[in-house]
Structure formats: structure tokens, C-alpha cells
């Protein structure tokens, strides 16, 4: 057992109730906000990998102390296997999807508290009981648990929202809040279906109870979970019906606060999708409807993308089609497939954190955000408008970046899978994905500067200028060196198949 | 009987999680939203605790006396009523935030209609 798996998850949580107790207190809040984060990617680094029980306890086949305690009708029986408390699994896959929400929590917290003039307390708070709970959620082996850290989650996205003071900014909130009070009961609904047939919450006991049949796979009960848990999956990452609601919360969060909001859709997509694929993969026709989902996801966004003049819009619908790549990847169901999903979340959850940043500094300079009445930012702001530039390819998936690398994975994954029409379209949609991204970036950066544009501030925070470049050698370097991550993705995706 | 009591739980459940998406769904109220919408939690909450019930079951505490053979055997499944306790402090705090957020958006608009603040 390992204590440092807990601390993944209990430092974020600490220091979010003690910044959230220090409000108003601008200095101290700057420097504890400041050194917490960057822990958050060094933490996972010296993590070794195993499990961590909370309960101390392991299974009694594994603690024969225990056990002796216990009648012979539950040791001879199957709960002789069966973890008695909440698991948190740790493995290379897992390690490398907490270093990049660690490096992206980071920059974006930095970020925060360089532009906002008065850090605040409350929403430094906010971003640090995200990640806890992002963190909590790539741990968990424990469905339920999952089910509280994806509210907690929720519930610190609205406050995200709220702490903005973007205008329609409480409308989104709401509406975010009704959907999720729809779609979250619906889930825990699921959840206690699977309880109801396994007695279990264990992810990895409910997945050997129907491989090895002491449960049978085919009770109609669980197609019933599998669909509520799916609902509860959409919801939680934006994709179809909800990548409209998604989008909207995207685009009314400050730059730094969609950074984060779009890891916890990345995340949870990867998290949950294991989840869905660990205990329901035997259902025929769930891969199908993954992949199909995934499509729609990636279709819908990118053509709404192109319709939008608000250029945080334009990225937020960019970033849930984006999604539909990593829904792809697990779709497809080979080991090889699932690798470049999991890589392509990685690479997604950077690009878009860069992305938003990126195009941040415009909202930050000029507290415009419509395209239509942006223009000439280059001649001010040229290193920003590379940084930026260079973002917009990492998404297309330009090589030597990132993103081309998953793409081509997932391309080639298509191809092994028979599916030639799904890599075509992957390519069109990369395509149309670089012309929306075009669009935009014309009408900011190349475009005669209109009049009327005033710029209110006139200098770019270093510690914004830093988080790009940070942002554009991970870039640089997973797209030069992709085995950093595959070869840690892999066992991953080999232990599902 | 006391199967008969378990179903009318689970039926009960089912309406209440039926009643609350109408609700939520089809009242322009927000205040009658919100009702609706602790309707689906309760809903959910009421379904699980109902799993957890063990017909002629025993209350899952330990007492002094007792053979573990028949604690295992007879005792109720406490973990549906531990988890319940959890979704109900998520479902109170998220009620509230919501309630909080009405609140500000009667002041901005002087009104609960969600046609009229939410546009549609």
C-alpha cells in the first residue's frame, strides 16, 4: 500500500479548504496557491504504482489475519475476493494522466492568479477541489466513489461559472445545474442497479463477477445500468445531447477556469468510458453506440463551431468535438485503438488548456470576445499570435505536433478495425476542425485592426507567456517522442482487452 | 406483506423519478423546476435504501451475544444506506447552489420564469 496515492488526491483538497479560509488575504493566498501547484505534477512523478485501500484492509484472501475472524460461508464464497473498501488504483496509465492534469492545473492556476488582480480565496478554492476530484476520479476502482468526486465536479464547474462575472453567466450555471440534477440521479440510478445484481461497487469485483459468470451477464437488469450509466457518462463529458449546455459552460468560464473545466470533460470521458467498457464491453452493440455517439459528437460541434462569432465559442465546440476522437478510440474496443484514445485525450486536454490560454490573452487585452469586432492583434501581441498559431495546429493535427501523432493513430487503428470510412471522416473533420480554428485566428490576429477596438491592457502577463510555451513543448515533445506516453498508456489498454 | 411494501418502495421510486423529469422538464416555475428536481434525487435515494432491504432481515448492527454465522446470514446489506447518506448531503448541497442561483437571477430579472431567464 501506498500513502502517496491517497495524497494525490488529499493535498489539492487541503489546500483548496485552506485557501478558501485565507479569502481576502491576496499575498498568502498567491504564494500557498502557487507552491501547492506545483506539486500537483511532482506528486504522481515519485508515486509508485499498486493500490491504496482506504479501510486498510485488502481482500481476505490476500489478509489471512482477517479472515480467520470471518464465518467459512464467506471465505469459501466468492467474497473471499471481493475489496471490502473504497480502492484507488495507481499504474503507469494512471500516473501519466495525473502528471498532465497536474501540469495543466499548474499553468492554469498561475494563470489565474497573474491576470486576476485580486486572487480570490473562494476561486482559487474552486480550482483546487476540480483537480482533487478529477484526480479522484482517474483513481478510483469504486463506482460509487466515482459517482462523489463527478458531483463534487460538477458542483465546483457551476462555481467556476459563477465566479466569472461574464455576463449570462448564472443563466449557464442553472441550466448546467438542472441538466446535471436530471442526468446525475439517473446515473447514481444505474449504479444501484449494478449494486442490486453484483452487491458490489467495486469496479474491478463487478467486472469479475459477469466474466466469470457468478453473475449472469445476460439479466436485463444491466442493460438497464449500462444505459443510465452511458446518460450519466454524456452528461458528465458533453457529448450528445449536451454538447451545446458543454460549450455554453466553456465559454462562460474565464480562460484559466475552461482550462481546467475541458480536463475534467477529458477525464471523466477516459474514466468513465474504462469504466463502461470494463463492465459492459460484452453488450453487443456498446462499442457501436460509442463510436456512433462519438461521431455525432464530432460532427454537431465542429459545423456549430463553424457557425459561432464568439471566439470562446468557437474553441468551447472545437474542444467537444475534439472529444469525439478519444470516444473513437475506445469505441473501436483493440488494445492498440484504446492506446491512441488514451493518447489522444492527453494530447486533447493540453491543446485546448493552450488553446483557451492562448486566446485568453485577447479577452484578457481587450474584454472582447466577438470576432466580428476583433482584428490587428498581431501587430501588437506577435509572439502571442505564434503561440496561438502553433495551438491551432497541434489541434489539427499539423505533425510534428501532438496531436497528429494520436490522430494517425487512431487512423490506423480505424484501418486495422475494417472501418476505412471512419479514418476518412476523422481526416475531413481535422480538416474542417483547421479551417474553423482559421477562421477565427484571421479574424483576431490578421484582420485590419477595426477603430472602435480598445485595448484596456496593454502588456501580456509573463506568467501567461510562460504557461503557452510550457504548453507548446509538451506539445513538441509528445509529438516527436510519442512512446513517453504510449508506453505508458499501453498496459492500460492491454489489461481491458 | 413486507415483500408487498418493498415493491410499493421501488414503484414509488419509479414515480417519484417520473414526476421530477416532468417537472423539471415541462414547468416554467423555477422554484417548481427545483421541486422537481429533488423529486429525481429522492427518487434515487429511495431506491437504494429499498435494494438494501432483506425480507425477515435483521438491522445490520452487531450485538453483544450474537453468532457471526447468524449476523452473516440474517443481517440487512448496510452499504446501500451508507452510500444514501452521501448522495443525500451531494443532493442538498446542489439544491441549494441552485436555490442560491434563483435567488440572484429574481433579483436580475424580477422573475421566476424560466421562459423568461433561461429563454426557452
Same mark, same amino acid.
Given at each position: ?8 488526491v488529499i493535498?489539492? #483538497? ?15 493566498i ?8 506545483? *506539486?500537483?505534477?511532482i ?10 485501500y ?6 481476505l484472501a490476500q ?6 475472524w470471518?464465518? =467459512?460461508?464467506?471465505?469459501n ?18 500516473q ?55 458531483e ?5 464547474q457551476v462555481g ?17 445545474? $438542472?441538466l ?25 469485483? $463487478? ?6 459468470? &457468478?453473475?449472469? !451477464?445476460q ?11 452511458i446518460f ?8 450528445? !445531447? ?15 477556469g475552461?482550462?481546467?473545466?475541458q ?27 460509442? $463510436?456512433?455517439?462519438s461521431?455525432?459528437?464530432?460532427i ?11 471566439f470562446?465559442? @468557437?474553441?468551447?465546440?472545437?474542444a ?7 470516444? @473513437? ?20 486536454? &493540453?491543446?485546448?488548456? *493552450? ?46 505536433l501532438?496531436?497528429f501523432?494520436s ?12 472501418? !476505412? ?8 473533420? =481535422?480538416?474542417?476542425?483547421f ?30 507567456i510562460?504557461?503557452?510555451v ?6 513538441l515533445?509528445?509529438g ?6 504510449t ?11 | 406483506?413486507?415483500i408487498g ?5 421501488f ?6 423519478? #417520473?414526476?421530477?423529469?416532468?417537472a ?10 427545483? &421541486? ?20 425477515n432481515?435483521?438491522?445490520?448492527? *452487531?450485538?453483544p ?14 452499504? !446501500? ?40
Amino acid at each position: 500500500m501506498n500513502p502517496l496515492i491517497a495524497l494525490l488526491v488529499i493535498v489539492p #483538497i487541503t489546500c483548496a479548504l485552506l485557501l478558501n479560509l485565507l479569502h481576502n488575504k491576496d499575498r498568502t493566498i498567491k504564494i500557498i496557491a502557487t507552491i501547492i501547484a506545483i *506539486f500537483l505534477p511532482i506528486i504522481p512523478l515519485f508515486t509508485s504504482y499498486g493500490l491504496h485501500y482506504f479501510g486498510a484492509y485488502s481482500t481476505l484472501a490476500q489478509s489471512p489475519t482477517l479472515a480467520q475472524w470471518v464465518p =467459512s460461508t464467506i471465505t469459501n464464497s466468492v467474497l473471499n475476493l471481493y475489496h471490502m473498501g473504497i480502492v484507488y488504483s495507481f499504474g503507469s496509465a494512471q500516473q501519466v494522466l495525473l502528471i498532465v492534469l497536474g501540469i495543466i492545473a499548474f499553468l492554469a492556476i498561475i494563470t489565474s492568479l497573474n491576470e486576476i488582480k485580486r486572487p480570490s480565496g473562494v476561486y482559487a478554492f474552486l480550482m483546487f477541489m476540480l483537480v482533487a476530484a478529477v484526480s479522484a476520479i482517474i483513481l478510483s476502482d469504486d463506482i460509487f466513489n466515482l459517482y462523489v468526486f463527478f458531483e463534487i465536479a460538477a458542483i465546483a464547474q457551476v462555481g467556476i461559472i459563477i465566479a466569472s462575472k461574464i455576463k449570462g453567466n448564472y443563466e449557464t450555471a442553472l441550466k448546467y445545474m $438542472i441538466l446535471g440534477s436530471i442526468a446525475s440521479p439517473l446515473f447514481l440510478v444505474g449504479i444501484a442497479l449494478l449494486l442490486g445484481i453484483t452487491g458490489n461497487v467495486n469496479i474491478t469485483d $463487478i467486472a469479475y463477477s459477469l466474466k466469470t459468470g &457468478i453473475i449472469n !451477464p445476460q439479466n436485463p437488469v444491466l442493460l438497464m445500468a449500462c444505459g443510465l450509466i452511458i446518460f450519466g457518462w454524456l452528461y458528465g463529458t458533453g457529448l450528445p !445531447p449536451f454538447h451545446t449546455i458543454k460549450s455554453a459552460v466553456y465559454s462562460k468560464a474565464l480562460p484559466h477556469g475552461a482550462a481546467l473545466l475541458q480536463a475534467f470533460s477529458v477525464f471523466i470521458l477516459v474514466a468513465l468510458g474504462i469504466v463502461i467498457f470494463r463492465i459492459f464491453s460484452y453488450i453487443p452493440f456498446s462499442k457501436t453506440f460509442i $463510436i456512433a455517439i462519438s461521431l455525432a459528437a464530432m460532427i454537431l460541434s465542429i459545423t456549430m463551431a463553424l457557425m459561432q462569432t464568439d471566439f470562446k465559442r @468557437i474553441i468551447a465546440f472545437l474542444a467537444v468535438g475534439e472529444l469525439g476522437y478519444i470516444g @473513437i478510440g475506445i469505441g473501436l474496443g483493440t488494445a492498440y485503438s484504446i492506446t491512441a484514445g488514451l493518447f489522444q485525450a492527453v494530447n486533447e486536454a &493540453i491543446i485546448t488548456a *493552450f488553446l483557451f490560454i492562448g486566446f485568453g490573452t485577447i479577452m484578457y487585452l481587450t474584454k472582447e470576445t466577438d470576432i466580428k469586432k476583433l482584428g490587428g492583434m498581431m501587430i501588437h501581441y506577435p509572439k502571442a499570435a505564434l503561440l496561438v498559431l502553433l495551438a491551432g495546429l497541434a489541434m489539427a493535427g499539423v505533425p510534428p505536433l501532438n496531436a497528429f501523432q494520436s490522430k494517425f493513430m487512431l487512423i490506423q487503428s480505424s484501418l486495422n478495425a475494417g472501418i !476505412p470510412e471512419l479514418g476518412i471522416i476523422m481526416i475531413l473533420l =481535422s480538416i474542417v476542425t483547421f479551417m474553423t480554428f482559421m477562421k477565427a485566428f484571421y479574424a483576431i490576429y490578421m484582420r485590419p485592426e477595426p477603430k472602435e477596438l480598445k485595448i484596456n491592457v496593454s502588456k501580456i502577463p509573463k506568467a501567461t507567456i510562460f504557461s503557452l510555451v510550457v504548453f507548446l513543448i509538451i506539445c513538441l515533445v509528445l509529438g516527436l517522442f510519442p512512446q513517453i506516453a504510449t508506453n505508458a498508456l499501453q498496459p492500460l489498454a492491454n489489461s481491458l482487452i | 406483506m413486507i415483500i408487498g411494501s418493498q415493491l410499493a418502495s421501488f414503484f414509488t421510486a419509479g414515480a417519484l423519478i #417520473i414526476i421530477g423529469i416532468y417537472a423539471a422538464l415541462f414547468l416554467d416555475n423555477l422554484i417548481k423546476k427545483v &421541486i422537481g428536481l429533488a423529486f429525481i434525487g429522492d427518487g434515487a435515494n429511495l431506491f437504494i435504501i429499498t435494494m438494501g432491504y432483506k425480507l425477515n432481515g435483521i438491522v445490520y448492527i *452487531f450485538l453483544p451475544g450474537m453468532s457471526i454465522d447468524f449476523f452473516a446470514q440474517n443481517a440487512s446489506y448496510p452499504l !446501500p444506506f451508507a452510500l444514501v447518506l452521501t448522495s443525500i448531503v451531494i443532493g442538498a448541497s446542489t439544491l441549494a447552489v441552485m436555490l442560491g442561483l434563483i435567488i440572484l437571477l429574481y433579483k436580475k430579472y424580477g422573475s421566476i420564469k424560466a421562459s423568461k431567464i433561461l429563454g426557452e
